[in-house]
């Protein structure tokens, strides 16, 4: 007890001393040799021995959750896309550069507009920096990417390449409705903290919240893309940045960015081995192999699909462990 004096005279009820426990390694099992059946109960008992003072006066009468705030900020990225998007379909020459570089920057500052209110702000100090420069890379990649890698694997570039800005646009609207199963997800699991009797009894209960939120949030995605234009790295890599925020903000931060900076390395390097395939000297032509095997067979949007496919699977195997811990959700 005397170790946790701090944990215990800071918290608010008994789940936040819980949750601080399992953090700190306490199993249901570790409990019992406290004689306790599992930590829930454990952390009543700390929370009722540890003096607090003064007890504190009735609660105020609850109010209303605020949530057109971050509401409207998950409906800004979506705005600024379609916004941009009707400017360059009316505009010609250097006005349609202008209004795609002013587009560009709207939609940046929309989206960090976004993730810094409602479900998807991470506690203080619990982002990465490198974490945005992935991400902008991962999305330019959608937008040139394979139009890029094409020209590169044909002995280009020789001019300007293709641009598929609508899966962007379907990334930007689906913002609102996945923060909304963010919010969802949150409100859920921290619910059924007051209602588990164990660890293992909140993450077996939590579990299939989180896989249902998962289903719910593609399911979003994929309607959308299907009306801006389809692609299977699109959702590839809206699936990616859905798991890496999530993590992010219930506290794993490193993990989300390791797993996006992995993708935008790997993409990078699927151009820089055409490219270095190229250097006049023995053994450099195969570097190419691998990348052109895949495109002939599968096309350029094969690249980022697996790239980001199998970074978000393994988010999405780490967050099936790591989201169903109370300790996940201390933080509103």
Do not use: K, N
């Not at 859905?242 to 490193?254: K, Q, S």
């Not at 450099?284 to 052109?292: G, I, K, M, N, Y």
């Not at 895949?294 to 980001?308: E, I, K, R, S």
């Amino acid at each position: 007890m005397h170790r946790h004096q701090e944990l215990c005279a800071r918290a608010v009820d008994p789940l936040e001393i819980a949750a601080g426990l399992e953090a700190e390694g306490f199993t249901d099992r570790t409990a019992a040799r406290f004689r306790h059946r599992d930590v829930f109960a454990l952390a009543e008992e700390l929370y009722a021995r540890v003096p607090r003072g003064a007890e504190p006066g009735p609660p105020p009468a609850p109010t209303a959750p605020r949530t057109d705030a971050w509401v409207l900020a998950a409906l800004t990225p979506g705005a600024a896309a379609a916004l941009t998007g009707i400017g360059l379909a009316v505009t010609h020459g250097p006005a349609r550069l202008a209004v795609g570089a002013t587009g560009a920057l709207l939609l940046v500052g929309a989206v960090l507009f976004a993730v810094r209110r409602g479900p998807f702000r991470a506690p203080d100090g619990g982002t990465v920096p490198a974490a945005a420069l992935w991400t902008l890379w991962l999305l330019a990649y959608a937008v040139g990417g394979d139009g890029l890698l094409t020209q590169v694997l044909s002995g280009g570039p020789d001019g300007p390449w293709d641009l598929t800005p609508g899966p962007l646009l379907g990334l930007a609207l689906a913002v609102a409705p996945t923060a909304w199963c963010a919010r969802l997800f949150a409100d859920r699991a921290r619910r059924r903290i007051a209602d588990s009797r164990g660890l293992a009894d909140f993450a077996a209960a939590t579990r299939p919240l989180l896989l249902g939120t998962v289903a719910l949030q593609l399911i979003a995605l994929t309607g959308l893309l299907g009306l801006t234009g389809f692609s299977s790295g699109a959702l590839a890599l809206g699936a990616l940045l859905l798991f890496a925020r999530l993590l992010t903000v219930h506290g794993f931060p490193e993990t989300a960015t390791a797993a996006l900076a992995a993708a935008g390395a790997a993409e990078a390097l699927a151009l820089a081995s055409v490219l270095a395939a190229r250097v006049p000297a023995p053994g450099f032509d195969v570097l190419a192999t691998p990348v052109r095997a895949l495109v002939d067979a599968y096309g350029p949007g094969a690249v980022p699909t697996l790239v980001c496919g199998a970074a978000a699977l393994g988010l999405l195997a780490h967050a099936t462990g790591a989201l169903v811990r109370a300790s996940a959700h201390t933080t509103p």
